[in-house]
């Protein structure tokens, strides 16, 4: 299959994306690969029951928060093309020397993801409905809603430095400080 | 006369009696031509000589430290394991010149070493092993802890060898298996050792897991080819065939996995019967320790690896039975693991540099040197190598000035020295020779690479560990991250590391939690809530810390209104904007933030509430507390009871444990001066309302007569009540103002005029106030009658200090007015003490009777 994608992919395409991305020419074709194995209809976008259809993704207690991400911020009408595919998986490229880091893989744009994870109607805030919502994906059905809700409101007070009852990105990242945000988010594409 | 007669009856038979006994005792003695008599007391040393050198050994190890830890210029500049070292050296020199050391006790001999001394330090690692980092870093500890020590092993051996046909050595022989023997024992890295000097200097707990990791899992490497080399060296090299090799390098499996093993079995074993243990809380602790060391004797005795096994013992029993058993025997057990530790590890160092001072020891200029650079050099190099072969997989790359710290940390110590002890005499000739070169190369690492670690440490500037305090976002946050990582792990098929701890951490929900733990876990994620759990007892913890008189009078204030409130379970926010504000204000040294306390906490009555009946019904409940400050928290109900005992012992808990220390404790200003203030205007009005008949009594001294409002009303001239909505907003907003507010407040028991006329119950507080505030110069009379908020005296911390002496008698006589008053909770609150038998309990009690008295 990897001889197969790397032929359907444009040579000046895949040079393309390299530069932008940062991937090696290999990754990329890899991903390529992958991408194909994923789109079974063979149409050229992956869509929402694709994704759905790896069972670990299935199963994740955020996959479809994540595939809403994923299909809503770089996808469009619920497709998502290799390119957008391949765009979104930048982000979590470890940038292993200054150099190799691209506008995708800095730390921000990871915070930022991770942020889009919460805030789905996109006012660049989480509210404590969608912290709510996460937090149920996250913890799961058993626990009474109160209990949630008591949850939420302790993080929410913990972030929240201007009193809106909202965390802003800024708040958000404050806590992240601590956090080896950078390290986490990323990971290994094998080439 | 007659009396006369009787006592003189009395007396012969007295002295026929013990005339008697006499014969009798002679008889056992078995020394009919010594008369002998009856003592009083005897001189018995021999009876108890052992124990009592062991028991000395401890003591002395224990004052050591104590003294060690006394001058901070010394533990500053010198590691604790060199200054035991000294001082075992010290000691040795004394008992040699004594010509004691003849006497086994006294020696490190490698029985006591493996059997008694080194388990609970080994335990105590495995115990506490940061899971995460170790796994995640399993691949390049791996590497390092079996590659690594193969490959030092073997240069180490066969340079030492190759040496002895230069003149370097002064012509002694050296055959090439005792060489490798040599190389075994002396190229592991030291878990002992590398405990004790990288939890001095704070390194990130990558590089720390890798080091440290390195030394527990090149155990079975270097046992194994010890033992090989060993049984190879009495083989004799000519006889050696190729399966002895073979079977060698079997036997490195059996060994490792065998540990590996044996510990998992008996640290599943032991998790097991915490589930039943839930009527025998107090054996808990016993049954983590027996269980972990029956692993490692167990491994002993088959002779695999028992580092390993009680590693992944202590692991495995981390995981699991820290949910089963009860909060107190966690405390315990924890407790019990470091102090073990502590003083093994305090012997361990002692007994080296006592053992050091003996005859056995060979000096061989040459030989000693060669091994101390052969050490140094091929540490650096085989981190070198290994290091850049896993960065090929790792993400977080290792830096140079990681593998710096990698290869300067690797220590060598008395595991080392003590297989060097062991050595057969008979099969070995050199064994001098090899015993007094370990001395020297463990010296060497622990003197000059232990000092000078640290300062290089700073020097390289290499990432410091960070110490956070758990919060409940950051935690989400980097749940959050680990499913999403896993998920796009898998969307890019590139498997990595995240989806396989997914994997394991189902694996682990589904199966082993269910069957090893009390109470299976029926939510998705227990961790989440735990840390939720965690987090607001140690806010609690906190609260209580800074304002003990605060618990009584928030309750009272629940009676009025029916909800259950808890001022202990505020969240976190209230403190990070009052430190915040603090820290801004620093300098001035006086900014107690009432208002947005005050603000938060009334609009804080339903969160409050909510987070209570969480607490409430998610808590571990395995069975009923003892309450010890239980006073006013009788009125609230029953059911309010058993969260407040939890709450109540854990503040005993950390009255006891985790007093913190000075700076700590001052640090803090914001929380300790409101609850000052808090304390000060919320008393009065627990006073006035634990009536007898729990009747809601006119609020006489408020303009406000809902008692909602009771926390704002003081602040009522500058604040209209804000929406509960907008709790948040409403801090930040008057932060500024604040201050003023809460200064007044601060004042107001040390004025004794209008307010306190009309508030008769004041007069209590003030006796008490400026006893406590002895720092405050005036008594400035009230300018206004409605509201005594109005002066401004900066605080000191001093005053604040005043709380904590007196919070006792503060207790004391909030006891006063419920205790006589609740007859009818008063027994079941009692039952419970005298289950537990609190000492502080008792204390406690006896401190609110007395006040009693007093009223």
């Known amino acids: 299959m990897g001889s197969n994608a790397s032929i359907m992919l444009q040579q000046e395409d895949l040079q393309n994306i390299c530069q932008q991305t940062g991937f090696t020419a290999k990754q990329v074709q890899r991903l390529y690969s992958r991408f194909k194995t994923l789109d079974k209809r063979d149409c050229g976008f992956l869509t929402r029951e694709d994704l759905l259809c790896i069972p670990e993704v299935n199963i994740n207690p955020l996959g479809e928060r994540l595939i809403d991400v994923i299909m809503d911020d770089y996808g469009e009408n619920n497709k998502i093309n290799f390119k957008q595919f391949i765009f979104l998986l930048a982000k979590f490229r470890r940038g292993r020397v200054k150099s190799s880091t691209t506008e995708f893989n800095t730390r921000d744009s990871k915070l930022r993801f991770l942020f889009d994870m919460y805030d789905r109607n996109h006012d660049m805030k989480i509210d404590r409905e969608e912290l709510l919502q996460v937090l149920k994906m996250m913890v799961g059905g058993n626990i009474h809603d109160d209990q949630i809700a008591t949850i939420a409101d302790h993080t929410i007070g913990e972030l929240d430095s201007d009193g809106d009852k909202s965390i802003t990105f800024e708040e958000f990242c404050k806590t992240l400080e601590r956090i080896d945000a950078d390290d986490k988010m990323s990971m290994k594409f094998l080439s | 006369m007659y009396q006369n007669k009787h006592s003189i009856f009395l007396i012969i038979l007295l002295g026929f009696i013990i005339h008697k006994y006499y014969c009798k005792e002679q008889t056992y003695e078995h020394k009919p031509n010594k008369p002998l008599r009856f003592h009083v007391a005897e001189f018995n040393f021999d009876h108890v000589s052992d124990v009592y050198a062991i028991t000395l050994w401890i003591l002395l190890g224990s004052l050591a430290k104590i003294g060690f830890h006394l001058s901070h210029r010394l533990t500053e500049k010198f590691p604790e394991s060199c200054l035991l070292i000294i001082l075992g050296l010290i000691v040795g020199g004394l008992l040699y010149v004594t010509h004691l050391t003849e006497q086994k006790a006294y020696v490190l001999n490698s029985d006591t070493f493996f059997l008694f001394l080194l388990p609970p330090i080994i335990l105590e690692a495995g115990y506490f092993m940061p899971n995460r980092p170790f796994f995640d870093n399993l691949g390049t500890i791996l590497l390092l802890a079996i590659v690594n020590t193969l490959f030092n092993t073997i240069c180490i051996g066969l340079t030492l060898w190759g040496f002895q046909f230069t003149p370097l050595y002064g012509g002694t022989q050296f055959e090439m298996l005792p060489c490798l023997v040599f190389a075994a024992l002396i190229s592991a890295v030291d878990p002992v050792a590398v405990l004790a000097t990288f939890s001095e200097i704070h390194v990130n707990d990558m590089l720390y897991i890798v080091v440290f990791g390195e030394s527990l899992l090149n155990d079975a490497v270097s046992v194994v080819l010890y033992r090989m080399f060993a049984s190879f060296a009495n083989i004799g090299q000519p006889n050696i065939i190729v399966m002895d090799i073979v079977l060698g390098c079997l036997s490195f499996f059996v060994v490792a996995l065998g540990g590996v093993l044996i510990g998992i079995i008996f640290g599943v074993i032991g998790c097991f019967t915490t589930k039943f243990t839930e009527h025998t809380p107090v054996l808990e602790p016993l049954i983590v320790l027996v269980y972990a060391y029956l692993a490692y004797l167990t491994s002993e005795m088959v002779s695999v690896s028992g580092i390993l096994a009680i590693t992944f013992c202590g692991m495995v029993m981390k995981q699991y039975v820290s949910f089963n058993i009860s909060k107190k025997s966690d405390a315990t057990t924890e407790y019990v693991l470091k102090m073990l530790s502590s003083i093994m590890e305090t012997i361990i160092f002692m007994f080296m540099g006592l053992s050091t001072v003996s005859d056995s020891h060979s000096w061989n200029t040459g030989f000693v040197f060669m091994t101390i650079l052969l050490c140094l050099v091929f540490r650096v190099i085989g981190i070198a190598i290994f290091a850049n072969i896993a960065n090929c997989w790792r993400l977080l790359e290792l830096t140079r000035i990681d593998m710096l710290i990698m290869s300067y940390g690797g220590l060598r110590g008395a595991i080392a020295f003590a297989l060097a002890l062991v050595l057969d005499e008979a099969k070995i000739a050199r064994k001098k020779e090899f015993v007094t070169a370990t001395i020297a190369v463990v ?358 200090g005043g709380t904590y002496t007196k919070s006792p008698e503060y207790m004391g006589e909030y006891a006063t007015t419920t205790k006589p008053e609740e007859p009818s909770s008063r027994p079941d609150v009692r039952d419970i003490f005298n289950k537990q038998s609190e000492d502080v309990s008792e204390q406690q009690d006896d401190g609110s009777t007395e006040s009693i008295t007093r009223l």
Request: aromatic share 4%; charged share 25%.
């Open chain 2, 443 to 800: 010296f060497f690492t622990v003197f000059i690479q232990g000092i000078t670690i640290g300062p290089l440490v700073k020097l390289l500037n290499v990432r410091r560990k960070q110490i956070e305090e758990p919060t409940m976002s950051a935690k989400l946050t980097n749940r959050m991250m680990d499913h999403v990582m896993t998920c796009l792990e898998e969307i890019s098929g590139s498997g990595g590391s995240n989806s396989l701890r997914d994997r394991v951490r189902n694996l682990d929900r589904n199966y082993f939690k269910r069957w090893l733990l009390r109470e299976p876990p029926d939510r998705k994620d227990i961790k989440l809530l735990q840390t939720f759990k965690k987090i607001n007892t140690l806010t609690a913890m906190r609260v209580h810390d800074t304002a003990r008189g605060l618990v009584p009078s928030a309750s009272t204030a629940t009676v009025q209104q029916g909800i259950p409130e808890h001022h202990h379970l505020r969240s976190h926010s209230a403190y990070g904007n009052v430190s915040e504000l603090i820290a801004a204000n620093l300098p001035e040294n006086t900014v107690p933030d009432l208002m947005s306390y005050e603000n938060h906490e009334g609009e804080h009555h339903h969160n409050d509430a909510e987070m209570h009946h969480f607490l409430d019904t998610n808590l571990y409940s395995a069975r009923p507390r003892a309450a010890i400050h239980l006073r006013n928290q009788d009125e609230t109900g029953s059911s309010d009871d058993g969260t407040h005992a939890r709450f109540e012992k854990s503040y005993h808990h950390r009255d006891q444990r985790y007093l913190p220390t000075r700076l700590e404790r001052e640090l803090p200003h914001g929380p300790k001066t409101i609850s000052k203030t808090i304390h000060n205007a919320n008393r009065p009005i627990g006073l006035t309302n634990s009536s007898p008949k729990h009747t809601r009594s006119p609020p006489t001294t408020h303009q406000q007569p809902n008692p909602r409002s009771r926390s704002r009303s003081i602040a009522a001239h500058q604040h209209s009540p804000i929406p509960s909505g907008q709790r948040t907003k409403s801090i930040s907003k008057d932060s500024r103002i604040s201050p003023l507010a809460s200064t007044h407040i601060e004042n107001e028991g040390t004025g004794r005029t209008a307010a306190e006329r009309s508030r008769p119950w004041r007069h209590l507080s003030i006796t008490e106030e400026t006893g406590a505030s002895s720092s405050k110069t005036a008594n400035i009379p009230l300018a206004n009658g409605n509201d005594p908020n109005l002066h401004h005296i900066p605080l000191t911390v001093a005053d604040f």
